[in-house]
């Protein structure tokens, strides 16, 4: 702390005689070209970036604010068309044939799948497959869903040892027409 304060009190010292060499004039002057630098920092460092930001900012609302107005037409665009899409598939759309354990064991066998158990009661289907294909079953769902409209109430499934082999336990049930 002594060393800094000496060395303070030392750079005091240098300036004052260094002030007290100058006449009026010189002071004057000097005082003015102190004040000018300071001023000019001040403005290249904090008036200056923020007078170029908000002018970049306003050169660019324009077209954010036509992107805003674009994206929300598109937003109600998608909104009114997936309402009206949705309500002519379900009335131009036949409703599927209620699942079967025919149709069921139909649809294992075309993906090369064999139920261990295939049990229906009443809206329920519930299937138990033992040693099977991961991709295989998830493609029988996905057929499922989409020709019968049968959806995955409940889903265990349980990895094998051998890569893309599990065990599985579904309940599915038929989607109803609306």
């Known amino acids: 702390m ?25 002071r004057n002057m000097l005082s003015i070209a102190a004040a000018v630098v300071v001023l000019g920092l001040l403005y290249v460092l904090l008036i200056d970036p923020a007078l170029s930001g908000r002018a970049a900012l306003e050169r660019r609302l324009p ?44 649809s ?3 993906k090369g799948l064999k139920a261990q158990s295939l049990s229906l009661t009443g809206e329920l289907a519930r299937v138990q497959l033992a040693g099977v294909s991961f ?28 890569p893309d082999t599990v065990n599985a336990t579904l309940s599915l049930r038929q989607q109803k027409s609306q």
């Open 135 to 162: 991709a295989s079953t998830v493609e029988w769902l996905a057929e499922l869903q989409r020709t019968a409209r049968v959806g995955v109430v409940d889903a265990v499934v349980e990895a094998q040892a051998q």
């Open 108 to 110: 294992l066998t075309d």
């Open 63 to 106: 077209a954010l604010r036509q992107q805003s107005a674009e994206v929300q037409a598109l937003a109600r665009e998608a909104s009114s068309s997936g309402v009206a899409a949705g309500a002519n598939a379900d009335a131009n759309t036949p409703p599927p044939p209620p699942i079967t354990r025919e149709r069921l064991e139909a």
């Open 2 to 26: 002594n060393a800094a304060t000496s060395r303070a009190g030392g750079l005091k010292q240098s300036f004052s005689a260094f002030w007290n060499a100058r006449n009026k004039r010189e």
